[in-house]
């Protein structure tokens, strides 16, 4: 029997949501529409960038707010006694040894106090998790995009030449092509945007970093 593949994690963020993430390609999508599609959608897809803006401001109230009721109200440590299982195991084994066992039972103890006296994650200021949260859209949902888009549209220009296709034919192939691609870049730009703010913002405030290299840090450690 073939192993199953893991299913793929949804982020618990509703606004890093895969499908909420197009909400800040809706700027994007109507300037291109505005500037090559049909004269009847121009005065609806003038609104599409107030989308885009909407949904920045709201995710970034939403992480200072979030920030803001953790620093007033921190959740209690919740202790867990796993100790007994790993000392009902350790009786299992044998008895021959009992210097060598002394000797494992103290690493284990010291391991579990160094586990237990790392301190928790501080919360930082909501005003330093907001400004971690607008500076992360304009790299992921501004900037990044915006240059990305425009490079794939040049090169499908490049591309519509060298098949010589009219002018109307190639202005509709090449735009309808760039949009197109929104959903390849979303998670590779996401992902590198995460990796700036970790090298810049979030070392120098120590704002929490992303999931990711969190997970990349376990790994290493183990």
Same mark, same amino acid.
């Given at each position: ?57 709201? =995710?970034?109230? +939403? &992480?200072? !707010? %979030?920030?803001?009721?953790? #620093? ?5 440590? *919740?202790? @867990? ?15 021959? =040894?009992?210097? +060598? &066992?002394? !000797? %494992?039972?103290?690493?284990? #103890? ?5 586990? *237990?006296? @790392? ?104």
């Amino acid at each position: 029997m073939g192993e199953k593949a893991a299913p793929q994690q949804v982020p618990t963020d509703p606004f890093r949501h895969p499908l909420a993430r197009y909400l800040a390609y809706a700027d994007e999508i109507g300037n291109a529409v505005t500037t090559y599609g049909p004269c009847g959608l121009t005065k609806y897809m003038r609104y599409f960038p107030t989308i885009t803006h909407t949904y920045i401001i709201m =995710d970034t109230l +939403s &992480k200072g !707010k %979030k920030a803001y009721n953790l #620093k007033n109200n921190p959740p209690k440590e *919740e202790k @867990k006694d796993e100790k007994e299982d790993n000392k009902d195991d350790k009786k299992k084994k044998g008895k021959d =040894d009992k210097k +060598s &066992k002394d !000797k %494992k039972k103290g690493d284990d #103890k010291g391991g579990e106090q160094d586990q *237990e006296d @790392k301190p928790p994650e501080p919360t930082p200021p909501p005003i330093l998790a907001a400004l971690d949260r607008y500076g992360w859209h304009m790299l992921a949902s501004v900037v990044i995009p915006r240059y990305t888009l425009r490079q794939v549209h040049c090169g499908l220009e490049v591309f519509a030449d060298f098949l010589r296709l009219c002018r109307p034919v190639r202005t509709y192939f090449t735009t309808a092509l760039a949009l197109a691609s929104i959903p390849l870049i979303i998670r590779p730009i996401d992902a590198i945007s995460d990796h700036i703010m970790d090298m810049s913002y979030r070392t120098v405030f120590g704002t929490p970093k992303s999931e990711e290299n969190k997970d990349e840090k376990k790994d290493e450690e183990k």
